[in-house]
């Protein structure tokens, strides 16, 4: 059972480099979400999807873009690299519906560095 | 919008000890998730809360939420060093979010 696969587990960046972080799940989930980790700062939403072709902005997505064109996948994408946007980033998958709580199923992770 | 505030920050428990992490909110919670990390790796779905006085168990952790809605506890009885990680409460904030709190982080000694 794969889950949700994370690529790549590490990069470094230059500043004003571009990169796309990949997400992929294997559950049928419709709802999938990026965050980003930063220390002693707990989880931060960036974007969620509840759905192919339907994404919402969270919490700090500014630097960021995202797009679902299938169930499976849903990257994230930095166009100009910031220091600001070192960090580590989860992707997480839910099956939300009727009386069908927002159990999310999270990835190991990415660890960004931008240098 | 909500927010969620976990204490300790950390804690190092000797092993065998029992010990309590603790989530409170500033609004009333609708459903409040237990997680758990360990280093360099995502987060792992322990438990979910929904009903005033509610508690749940899973091996030596037990969760519970206040009558209130606004309080849950994360209880390890007999700790051992597989239950070091960080643990994180989440909220529903909105029918398709979670809030999360900063997280717990717990190291056992042996």
């Known amino acids: 059972n794969a889950g949700v696969t994370q690529t790549p587990k590490f990069r470094i960046l230059k500043i004003g480099q571009s990169m796309t972080l990949q997400c992929a799940q294997d559950?049928?989930?419709?709802?999938m979400y990026w965050y980003r980790q930063d220390p002693g700062m707990g989880l931060k939403l960036i974007y969620y999807?509840?759905?192919?072709?339907?994404?919402d902005k969270g919490e700090v997505p500014n630097g960021y873009n995202v797009s679902r064109s299938t169930t499976e996948d849903f990257p994230l994408r930095l166009e100009l690299a910031a220091p600001s946007q070192t960090s580590v980033y989860f992707c997480?998958?839910?099956?939300?519906?009727?009386?069908?709580?927002?159990?999310?199923?999270f990835g190991a992770g990415t660890r960004l560095s931008v240098l | 919008s909500q927010e969620l505030e976990q204490s300790p920050q950390s804690l190092i428990v000797q092993e065998g000890k029992n010990l309590t992490i603790n989530c409170t909110s500033s609004?009333?919670?609708?459903?409040l998730y237990w997680y758990k990390q360990k280093y360099g790796e995502g987060l792992i779905f322990l438990m979910m809360?929904?009903?005033?006085?509610e508690e749940k168990s899973h091996e030596k952790i037990t969760a519970k939420l206040d009558e209130k809605k606004q309080q849950s506890s994360l209880h390890i009885t007999a700790s051992q060093p597989s239950h070091a990680g960080i643990y994180l409460c989440?909220?529903?904030?909105?029918?398709?979010?979670?809030?999360f709190g900063k997280g717990t982080m717990l190291l056992v000694s042996p």
């Open positions: 997480a998958s839910s099956f939300v519906g009727d009386g069908v709580k927002n159990i999310q199923y």
């Open positions: 559950m049928n989930h419709n709802y």
């Open positions: 999807s509840v759905g192919a072709g339907i994404t």
């Open positions: 609004k009333t919670l609708y459903g």
């Open positions: 809360l929904q009903k005033g006085g």
């Open positions: 989440g909220a529903e904030s909105g029918y398709s979010t979670l809030t």
